[in-house]
């Protein structure tokens, strides 16, 4: 159940901090009802040169009749279902396990956290990391496609925007912090390693804006899809620039 605007909660809080948990709710669910109508839809998610990041990398319909998205989204979903920031944020507004910082919540005594069963799952997020990854090695490919009209090179409003989400999802994924552990975790001195060190700086310095990193490539990967959507339908008429 998601966290109540009307609700009494024990605090000794006086500033609004439900305005947090509220707004979480809003805007993940919202991206959660868009991104699986759009799934589910299977159609207008190429407007040539440019494909949805739903629905990318392209599959053959013929051998696959159902939605590609079903296929492709399972990745970038659960990497960020088992995000760290993400888990702070659903845990908190859905869940209310605490629904802020000095808040009660629901827990009960026998909450155990993430060592049991279902929420130890969450530590598969490594997993998922390499998951998604793949599908954004397919992306940056979309996005080199994305300057090519019919064997010529161009521009569009569409390029820069593909550009622009993959580069947000890019940094997202390399602040997260499984891929800091994975570059920098199991050195016992860094002294031993100066490259390791430097890519493990260069992560932490990201990883210090991961929420402001979750939140805009969202914005941006549904933003995308969005203006695809509305070219490939005729809504709108994708601009050259060059
Ligand atoms: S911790 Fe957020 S993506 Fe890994």
Redesign the pocket.
Known sequence: MAISATQNYTTLRTDNWRVAPIITVIILGSFVIYATWRALENQYYLAEPYLSPFYSPLINPEWWPISPAILILWAPGL??F?????RKAYYRSFAGMPPACAVEGRSKESYSGESKFPLILQNL?RFF?YAASIVLIFLWYDAFKAFNFDGHYGVGVGSIILVLNVFLLSM??L?????RHLIGGKLNVFSSCPTRFTLWKGASSLNER?MLW?WVSLFGVCLTDLYIRLVATGVITDMRLV
């Open positions: 990497f960020r088992t995000c760290y920031y993400y997020h990391f997202y994924s602040s997260c912090h499984s891929f991961h979750a």
